[in-house]
């Protein structure tokens, strides 16, 4: 009998172009190898209407994909990083990390074409605390607008007259086939990334030795690594997709290099730290990011935020 895999996604555009990459590139390792999509709403597509950093929970972009695997109805889920919880549910693990797309966030407007140009008081949209706060830092002026939806959704909404500018993550934007909406991409000394964003993960029950097997050679093992060491900041830091912090790593030579911030939502103070470290052990080099930040003071905003050190 062939073997069938059934990936369990998401059913919005982007989560659907990941899925169907994912299994593109399982046919090519596998030519025998039947895949097939299960679909599923999740809690972050129902409540559209709320910021993301007011519904709080975390992984609402994956539990009911976990769900779905936990009782045997698919496979492996495939995720943008970004979304994933630190902490996965027992039994599921991530067994692939896929190579990295462009990591940037995208600067989207139909008027200017940087951050410098924009008028003065000019309304951004954007859903993420820590975009808004790197970008109220350089503009305190700015009027940052709340931005939900799927990706496709929210170029409507800047067409629609009701921003100035927004800011998606260009990896979504190019594999949607957008990359001409995208000015430029924001450097990432001036618009860190989140932890893991521009890299897709599977994930799938630690158990399932021949799935594990048949997802290996999807594997990027460079991606792993710097997406390992910005996870275990973000897991020391205890925060999600949805608090004001960022991390970002590369790889030197033999080393990684971190750099990671948190800062208070209103642009008011960002506290920053980079550090090196050996490839080997990319979560303590997150861990010792996470104590630098937190020592600087960014305790305190986590507090602010009610969000437990
Ligand atoms: N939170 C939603 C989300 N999750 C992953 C991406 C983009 C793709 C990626 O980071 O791989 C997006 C959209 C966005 O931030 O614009």
Not at 271 to 291: F, H, M
Request: a negative charge.
């Amino acid at each position: 009998m062939t073997k069938t895999i059934r990936i369990a996604t998401r059913k919005s555009p982007l989560a659907l172009w990941q899925a169907e990459e994912v299994a593109r590139q399982l046919k090519l390792h596998h030519p025998d190898l039947e895949v097939q999509l299960v679909t599923m709403t999740t809690q972050g597509d129902i409540i559209l209407d709320t910021p993301l950093a007011k519904i709080g929970g975390k992984g609402l972009f994956v539990k009911e994909l976990e769900t779905g695997m936990l009782e045997g109805r698919a496979d492996i889920a495939v995720h943008s990083m970004k979304d994933v919880p630190m902490q996965l549910p027992d039994g599921l693990h991530l067994s692939v990390i896929m190579q990295r797309e462009d990591p940037t966030d995208a600067f989207v407007s139909n008027t200017v074409s940087s951050l410098d140009e924009l008028p003065q008081y000019a309304k951004v949209g954007t859903c993420s605390l820590r975009r808004q706060t790197q970008l109220v830092e350089k503009r305190p002026d700015i009027k940052i607008l709340n931005l939900r939806g799927n990706v496709n959704s929210r170029l409507a909404k800047l067409d629609n007259g009701d921003y100035d500018a927004i800011i998606l993550a260009s990896a979504g934007l190019i594999r949607l086939g957008f990359e001409d909406r995208i000015k430029h991409g924001i450097s990432v000394e001036q618009s860190l990334p989140a932890a893991g964003q521009g890299a897709v993960g599977i994930e799938c029950r630690s158990d399932d030795e021949e799935v594990n097997a048949l997802l290996a050679p999807l594997h990027d093992d460079k991606t792993a690594t710097r997406v390992y060491a910005e996870r275990a900041l973000n897991t020391r830091l205890n925060g999600g997709c949805q608090a004001p912090i960022g991390g970002f790593a590369t790889l030197q030579g033999n080393d990684i290099h971190l750099s990671g911030l948190i800062g208070f939502p209103d642009g008011s103070k960002i506290y920053r730290c980079e550090k090196t470290g050996p490839q080997a052990d990319p979560e303590s080099l997150g861990i010792a990011v996470a104590e630098d930040l937190l020592a600087q003071g960014g305790d305190e905003i986590l507090k602010q935020l009610g969000i437990d050190t």
